[in-house]
């Protein structure tokens, strides 16, 4: 049964977390800044209480589709002031 955040305790992932286990895979580079900072966001998972994960999920989902609209603009290296 969930409880109020609509969190099932058996469910694996909060079985996991509830053990102290590590739950986030890790992310590869894509090359992109932008993406790249959004998908290190899931490494805050392991640390992040299962209720925060929508939060983090979503900032994500934010980031990633403000990254995808703009990927028709050539995004500008760090440091390029030009």
Do not use: C, K
Not at 10 to 17: K, T
Not at 50 to 60: G, N, W, Y
């Amino acid at each position: 049964m969930a409880d109020q955040y609509g969190v099932d305790p058996a469910h694996p992932v909060a079985q996991a977390q509830q053990q102290g286990l590590p739950i986030a895979v890790p992310v590869q580079a894509t090359g992109n800044a932008r993406v790249d900072a959004a998908l290190e966001r899931l490494q805050e998972l392991d640390q992040a209480s299962i209720e925060e994960h929508a939060e983090v999920f979503s900032d994500i989902h934010a980031r990633l589709s403000s990254a995808l609209g703009d990927s028709g603009t050539p995004e500008v290296p760090a440091g390029d002031d030009s």
